[in-house]
Structures are given as structure tokens and as C-alpha cells.
């Protein structure tokens, strides 16, 4: 288990605080802690409240993936300790592979379906003569749809 550091600053923007938050998650889910440092130079001493602020915003968008480890408020380098949390991250982690196995099952079995469907109402609506029997040599064969166009 490694410390990973994530630096921003009291007015980060919107998209750079998604990649820091997306980047803090992915380190998470591998079992890393993450050290959230908000640096404050010079007069920036004066939105401290801010930067507080957006380090107790940033662990309620982490959500349950992390709990709060250990935290400094005090000094110019304000910064927030979170240590993976093992329960939500195996049950996210269960939850994800089911998905996957589902949808990889469903979506095979309609793809098989839908080529040879495609070429069967692309030979009905053809001015073909026979075009029954052409269906029914196409549903007995063993070919791709995509095979079959080719060869008529």
C-alpha cells in the first residue's frame, strides 16, 4: 500500500478537479492512499475557508471508496489524508465483473441473430424469381449473412 499525492490549488477548475478526483478513485480502487495538498503562497494565506472547503468537497465526491486517514488545516500546506476503504471498493468491484459477464452474454447472441435477419429482408424485398427458395437455403446453410450476400 503506496501514498499517491494529488496537488491543487483554492480555485482549481472544474475539469482539472474531475481528473484529480477520477485519478484519486482509480488510486483508491487499487489500494493506495491518497494525499490531497492545497498550497497557499503569499496572500492566497486568505481564502484558507475556501481551500478547506474544496479538500471536504473532494472526499464527499471520493464518497465511501476512502475515510479520512489524517488532515492538516493549520499550515500554508492544507492537506487531507484519505485511506481506502476494503468493503466499498470489493463490493464495486463484484458488482462491476457481474455486470460484465451479463452484457457480454446478451450482446453476442443478438449480434449472431441480426446479420442473417438483415440478409433475409434484403432478399425479400429483391425482384429475384425463387426468392423462397433462396430464403430457404440461406436459413439451412452454414454461412455468415455477410457470406451469403456476396455470393448472390
Known sequence: MGLKELKMGYNIDIHDYSVRLRAAKKFLKAGDKVKIV??????????????IELLRRFQTDVGELATEGSKNFAERNIYLILVPNKLAIQKEQDGVSKKDTVEGETDQSEDELDGDDTVIEQLEGSSLDGDELVIEQLEGSSLDGDELAIEQ
Open 38 to 51: 492545497v498550497n497557499l503562497k503569499g496572500r492566497e494565506n486568505l481564502y484558507k475557508k475556501q481551500a
